[in-house]
Nanobody, 119 residues
Framework: QVQLVESGGGLVQAGGSLRLSCAAS????????MGWYRQAPGKQRELVAR???????NYADSVKGRFTISRDNARNTVYLQMNSLKPEDTAVYYC?????????????WGKGTLVIVSS
């Protein structure tokens, strides 16, 4: 059974920092492309950052220079370090995995962790 479990969300003041974690199980983590998405109230879910199996990263323009995605293949965990947080970063943050299960490409989502940035 594939599971992506996010943690690290919470309430923080503008300008503060948080680090989100996503622990994966049931997939071959090392070959998976991992991503963080977010969904603010009344808005569509959007990509925040992605990291390939080789460590290449890409970011939404709105978070470039403030957020950093990283992965630890030994721990099957992907992280999102969020600095200089702004109220507009308030959202539910979801972990996503593009992986291969028994030879079939598949996509998985975590249940999300809530980040609230107060002004």
């Amino acid at each position: 059974q594939v599971q992506l479990v996010e943690s690290g969300g919470g309430l923080v003041q503008a300008g503060g920092s948080l680090r989100l974690s996503c622990a994966a199980s049931g997939i071959i983590f090392s070959i998976s492309v991992m991503g963080w998405y977010r969904q603010a109230p009344g808005k569509q879910r959007e990509l925040v950052a992605r990291i390939t199996s080789g460590g290449s990263t890409n970011y939404a323009d709105s978070v470039k220079g403030r957020f950093t995605i990283s992965r630890d293949n030994a721990r099957n965990t992907v992280y999102l370090q969020m600095n200089s947080l702004k109220p507009e970063d308030t959202a539910v943050y979801y972990c996503n995995a593009d992986s291969v299960v028994v030879g079939v490409p598949m996509n998985f989502w975590g249940k999300g962790t809530l980040v609230i940035v107060s002004s």
